[in-house]
């Protein structure tokens, strides 16, 4: 390599090697399991996008990682972006079957109890689900670096941020659900104050192929559970699993609806259609299928 064309290496950053695609398939594409292909590219603008196009093709348990995503979209269109390889961004393609299509809305919130889950256990991190599709962490303050672990009942001290999102949508005879997810982004590099990443939030490990390997095994349990169960989210305990990492539930919100209509309560329960259920005052509740969430009260002291 010529100092010419070290800026344009895969390792130019030693902090952020790329993935190892051989490694990868070898502890993820098992006989018999659900994961089929996977594909690592070095960029591409959505790996949402790239595997909706081709879902006439594709296997179930299709795979597609980006090492840099240039368009990466979450939910009402907003962009997500990153440094190349500070974290992961790739996109799987299922296909339920005989689950009937009025359950497949709850994909999108099975892939966030699966996600938190597999970073519980691969990076250490405690992930919260605020409804519908986000992944919160915590970033501890300063003041809090020698205090004590919470007790029972207590709230956990530290800034509750935006680490990771997950983006759902129709493709073919099925869906693809993709996962935007910051690792290794520092402070400067964050996109916005209310973003964060996996190391600034303390993980033990930052290590992509790890955390990969977590999200996507967790992910298969998970669907495998759900559509043993014809996708009742009751019965294959998806629905209590995501009550209860979800950071939503107990919480004041402003619920942004299509149409421009805004709805205020405090967000009571996730129903058995994936709604998140508020009390609007006076006895009554209204659940919502669709809109931008805004906690009113964070547990930092803002809106999240």
């Known amino acids: 390599m010529t100092p010419s064309d070290a800026s344009h290496s895969r390792w130019s950053d030693l902090d952020r090697p790329p993935l190892n695609v051989p490694a990868l398939r070898r502890g993820l594409l098992l006989p018999g399991g659900l994961w089929t292909a996977?594909?690592?590219?070095?960029?591409?603008?959505?790996?949402n996008s790239d595997l909706a196009a081709r879902a006439a093709?594709?296997?179930?348990?299709?795979?597609?990682?980006?090492?840099?995503?240039?368009?990466?979209?979450g939910r009402l269109d907003r962009t997500w972006s990153a440094p190349a390889r500070s974290g992961l961004f790739f996109s799987v393609y299922l296909t339920p079957g005989a689950v009937p299509v009025q359950r497949w809305?709850?994909?999108?919130?099975?892939?966030g109890v699966a996600a938190a889950a597999g970073l519980a256990k691969s990076a250490g991190v405690d992930v919260a689900l605020k409804w519908p599709n986000d992944l919160l962490v915590r970033i501890p303050d300063d003041s809090?670096?020698?205090?004590?672990?919470?007790?029972?009942?207590?709230?956990?001290?530290?800034?509750?941020?935006?680490?990771?999102?997950?983006l759902a949508e129709r493709a073919g005879d099925g869906v693809v659900i993709g996962i935007g997810l910051n690792?290794?982004?520092?402070?400067?590099?964050?996109?916005?104050?209310?973003?964060?990443s996996l190391a600034l939030a303390g993980a033990v490990s930052t290590d992509r192929e790890t955390l990969l390997r977590g999200v996507l095994r967790s992910l298969e349990q998970w669907y495998g559970r759900w559509r043993a169960a014809d996708g009742d989210a009751a019965a294959s305990g998806l629905?209590?699993?995501?009550a209860a990492a979800c950071a939503t539930l107990g919480r004041p919100v402003r619920a942004q609806l299509?149409?421009?209509r805004t709805l205020t309560g405090e967000a009571v329960a996730i129903d058995g259609d994936g709604r998140l259920v508020l009390s609007?005052?006076?006895?009554?509740?209204?659940?919502?299928?669709?809109g931008d969430i805004v906690h009113l009260r964070g547990a930092g002291g803002g809106l999240t």
């Open 280 to 290: 609007t005052g006076d006895g009554l509740q209204e659940p919502v299928s669709a």
């Open 38 to 47: 996977l594909d690592v590219v070095d960029s591409t603008g959505s790996t």
């Open 183 to 196: 690792v290794s982004l520092r402070a400067d590099e964050l996109p916005a104050p209310t973003a964060a």
């Open 105 to 111: 809305g709850w994909l999108p919130l099975l892939a």
């Open 57 to 73: 093709g594709l296997a179930e348990g299709t795979v597609l990682v980006a090492e840099e995503q240039t368009a990466g979209r």
């Open 258 to 260: 299509p149409g421009e």
């Open 239 to 242: 629905q209590e699993a995501y």
């Open 144 to 166: 809090d670096s020698d205090s004590d672990e919470p007790g029972p009942g207590e709230t956990p001290s530290g800034e509750e941020r935006k680490t990771g999102g997950i």
